[in-house]
């Protein structure tokens, strides 16, 4: 028999599955739980959810992964079953990054650098999980493996460009999840399935060292849970510098918690939101003033448009230099989607100083941002613009009556954070009138992660929808 366990507290009604990560590998250290038997009723959950929503791709053969399980190594996640996102090398896995360019290549001989760190911790890597092509827009659908359906309703979008990882883990799939975020894709996806995600200070988690180091300072890898506390434990083991890489950092020492908090909603009106987000949102809020926090609405404190221009400049030059080879073969383009080579066409058109003025731009709101926390411990915006929109979408062409002029603009309130490569945590905050969910992000100053973490401990505990499942999880079996 399973122990049952419990997503938040001690609900005995949740099944093993739901149970924290952190309860899981304690249970597997000392003996109580059976790696194997964890990883037999994970597989049965697959079979049971999967081929609903489409959030896990490559799957080791069932007696395969109950054989790892069996010999996995010891370390912080000594047991756990993982799927690694499908812009990340893992031996073993093809890599398509949902592109035909690299459709049906062979299995990796070698891994990224975090994949790495999370076998040696002793994760159990059973698949990969779905992503947009390159990892490029904040809906997951590509040509190669299809659409990823939300948690929560799969015939709406579970976001991106973490929606497979984010979506495993809201029914079940895996108690853990990395993801990526450059603008958002790990915070828009975790707030549309009520989890967590924490985008890191970056350098935190290093990336690979390939290619250029030094200047594209924009996306970076993070940990994906259910729970605040194993957001913690998965960033233990992502996080430190790599000696390859010249912006790495360690995990600072703990600060106190938020308490002094500036709600920056839609940015005095300069986003365009859907009905019904910022009260969902200002639900959350109430949340944390309940647990002792002052919260502050907070007028825009930088220009729109000029964060706009600076990040829409950084973010085309840095996916240019990563697709100018197939931009420039004429049978490669043909395989890209057209908003890659939009992307790509922008970043080879700039200029030196194009990229500059982006650069002071970039500069002079970093210290902006440093007076705001000087203000507040902590800043909080939506994880996204809309609800779950339906997934037949490639994305969204209007918000609240206004028209969304490029793929990605409809994204737009995740850019105050990318830009600065700040740490903000990615925290449920409720549902929609028909059910949907929504996220709110807690935002920091440099390494201010583990603070962040503690609030939402408090939080976790306090929120009243943390423990609602999607109708599509089997119940979990009787004591």
Known sequence: MWTTGHARGNDPAMDILFQNASDLAAQIAVGTLDPRDLMSATYDRIQAVNGEVNAIIELLPREDAIARAGAAADGLLAGLPIAVKDLSNARGFP?????????GQGPAQAEDLFVERLRQAGAVFIGKTNTPEFGLGSHTYNPVHG??????????????????ATVALATGMVPLADGSDMMGSLRNPAGWSNTYGLRPTFGLVPLEPKGDTFLHQLATAGPMARSPEDIELMLQVMAGPDPRQPHGRHIAPRGAAPKRIGWLGDWSGAYPTERGVLEVCEGALKVLE??????????????????????????????????????????????LKPEAVWEAERGLGFSAMDVHRASVIRSDWYARAGELFEEYDSLIMPTAQCFPFAAELDWPKEIGGVAMDTYHRWMEITVPVNILGLPSLAMPAGFSAIGLPMGIQLIGPRDADLSLIDLAKRYHEAAPWIAKRPSLVPAPPAS
């Open 95 to 103: 890599t398509s990054m949902g592109s035909p360019l690299f459709a």
């Open 147 to 164: 659409i990823t359906g939300n948690a929560y309703d799969p015939s709406r979008s579970a976001g991106g460009s973490s929606g497979g």
């Open 290 to 335: 309940e647990l002792g926090c002052s919260v502050e609405p907070v007028q825009a404190p930088f220009d729109r448009d000029a964060l706009w221009e600076a990040w829409t400049t950084l973010r085309s030059w840095m996916v240019a230099g990563s697709l100018g080879p197939a931009m420039a073969d004429p049978k490669l383009r043909a395989l």
